[in-house]
């Protein structure tokens, strides 16, 4: 049996402290090689995040330009072929391409051209009963018309009077060449865009 005075002896608490401490003095802190470990790991993390953020950037805005050429695009296309189907041509053409297209006047007086004009493509409407010129231009202000060209087949108008073996549908091939403005040269895109529509006047 132990003594009681054996165990509140002042030697035997000093060996209890002194365990404590000791204890204690284990937990230790991060070293040096350890904390640059992390930090050259972080480091690295951030520059991989870094580098995906900026992809994804270029690849939204590469996206953004493409898309808004290809909107007005298809708005120009289809607002051409409308035209196109709905109205007689101004003949002749000539035999090979052309930028300008001249339509007879509809059943309200009016006559059509469609043109290149300082990067625009204009919609111009004359109206012989009030002399006015209306013009509008087809292409939105941040995109570009570098280049419209037609192609009409046959040329002339009266083809099949010419030449009675030919019996082909009236037809204009459109060339379209688009361009971003005001946009970044590092995201600036260009879109060629060429379609075939027939008219709806057929004379044989």
Do not use: C, H
């Amino acid at each position: 049996m132990v003594k009681p005075e054996i165990l509140l002896s002042p030697a035997n608490f000093l060996i209890g402290n002194n365990m404590k401490l000791k204890k204690f003095t284990k937990n230790k802190g991060f070293t040096l090689v350890e904390v640059l470990v992390a930090m050259g790991i972080f480091a690295m993390v951030s520059v991989i995040i870094s580098s995906i953020s900026l992809n994804v950037n270029n690849l939204q805005q590469n996206t953004a330009n493409y898309q808004r050429l290809q909107n007005d695009g298809r708005y120009m296309i289809e607002k051409l072929a409308r035209e196109i189907r709905a109205r007689e041509l101004i003949y002749p053409v000539g035999p090979s391409f052309i930028s300008e297209l001249n339509f007879k006047k509809d059943e309200n007086g009016k006559l059509l051209s469609i043109f290149l004009a300082t990067g625009n493509l204009i919609y111009s409407i004359y109206d012989e009963v009030t002399g006015q010129t209306k013009e509008d231009s087809l292409n939105a202000e941040d995109v570009n018309v570098v280049a419209v060209k037609f192609f009409v087949a046959p040329y002339i108008e009266d083809a099949w009077g010419v030449e009675p073996t030919v019996n082909a549908q009236p037809r204009v091939t459109i060339l379209l060449k688009l361009k971003n403005v005001a946009a970044n040269p590092k995201y600036e895109k260009e879109l060629t865009l060429q379609t075939t529509v027939s008219s709806k006047v057929y004379k044989r």
